[in-house]
């Protein structure tokens, strides 16, 4: 049995927390909400994840100091607020092994998770975890595979062990930037292919443009370094093709809106909005082609409108696939 804590209590966070207590480790599941996590710890109930009640076993709580002793952490923050979090709440303590688990790249920076945990808490040790898993899927016990990322193979080893659960299956690699830049990239053609449908344009486009997306973020995800094996795994090719396809994904539910120019609603949690424009950025330095990543990002933005982001898309150059 091992300690384990759970950095951020939203929806994937608890269901994470919430599995691996029922496989039978010690955990202890941090938010900043005083009166949320209290409220938790007494019902054993979260408004993230309405239809499941946690582990009586499972601790929550709003201390960071009740982390001190865990054996590996799991930080579950929105992308886009995790170094603000580091930054805010005292780490200092903390020297057990943390993996970045939000799925998405720091928009001024264009920073990993991984790269902004080594600038904020150097002592740490890091890596990631990724894949295809919804949370209330996770938390219900329904069969989930994901990939840890870890460079040192003996401690991908051990946090392999530790974190893999009767439902929960990890596969190890040492490639952590690939393992980032897949569940990062994702985001954007899911928001792609929710438009698509929102837009009522049918089956076939959905179909094309996820397969010309994978296209596009092996073009970047290999510019960058990550290793193709990678790519085409759960972290990559898996995580794309269930988030692009089902409206569970917080991604596609948001693109359809906007293919269906209905109201948007809350965007905070729809981590493809800002890794739109961070990727856009991160093509033009790289120098590689991304057409439908920057449609994506110039729709968001307002810049373009989703039958002009159409026309461009469909009017490119004829080519050979590949």
């Known amino acids: 049995m091992s300690n384990i804590g759970v950095i951020g209590a939203g929806a994937f966070g608890s269901a994470l927390a919430s599995v691996l207590a029922n496989g039978g480790h010690r955990v202890t599941l941090w938010g900043r909400d005083t009166r949320q996590m209290a409220w938790l710890s007494e019902t054993h109930k979260t408004a993230y994840l309405p239809d499941i009640t946690l582990p009586e076993g499972l601790r929550a709580t709003a201390e960071l100091s009740d982390l001190s002793g865990s054996d590996a952490l799991l930080m579950v923050v929105p992308a886009q607020v995790t170094r603000a979090v580091l930054q805010a709440e005292n780490f200092a303590a903390i020297r057990c092994p943390i ?34 898993g919804f949370a209330g899927e996770i938390a219900s016990g329904k069969p989930t595979a994901l990939t840890l990322g870890v460079t040192d193979a003996a401690l991908g080893a051990s946090l392999q062990k530790m974190l893999s659960t009767p439902t929960m299956r990890m596969y190890l ?50 510019s960058m370094g990550a290793q193709a094996e990678t790519l085409s795994g759960l972290s990559g090719f898996g995580d794309l093709v269930l988030s692009c396809t089902s409206p569970q994904s917080r991604n596609y539910s948001f693109g359809h809106q906007v293919g269906s120019a209905s109201d948007f609603g809350q965007t905070n949690t729809v981590e493809g909005i800002a890794t739109a424009k961070a990727v856009a950025a991160l093509a033009g330095k790289h120098r590689i082609e991304m057409p439908i990543c920057t449609a994506v990002s110039a729709v968001l933005q307002q810049q373009l409108s989703v039958e002009d982001a159409l026309h461009q898309l469909m009017s490119r150059p004829l080519k050979r696939e590949g």
């Open 99 to 132: 993996l970045m688990c939000a799925k998405g790249i720091e928009l001024e920076s264009g920073a990993s998770q991984t790269d902004i945990l080594r600038d904020e808490l150097p002592q740490c040790v890091t890596g990631a975890i990724s894949g295809p």
């Open 173 to 222: 690699t040492d490639d952590v930037k690939g393992v980032q830049l897949g569940g990062a990239l994702k985001n954007v053609y899911a928001i792609a292919c929710g438009i698509v449908r929102g837009a009522g344009l049918g089956e076939s486009a959905q179909a094309a443009l996820l397969t010309r997306g994978f296209a596009e973020l092996k073009a970047l995800a290999g």
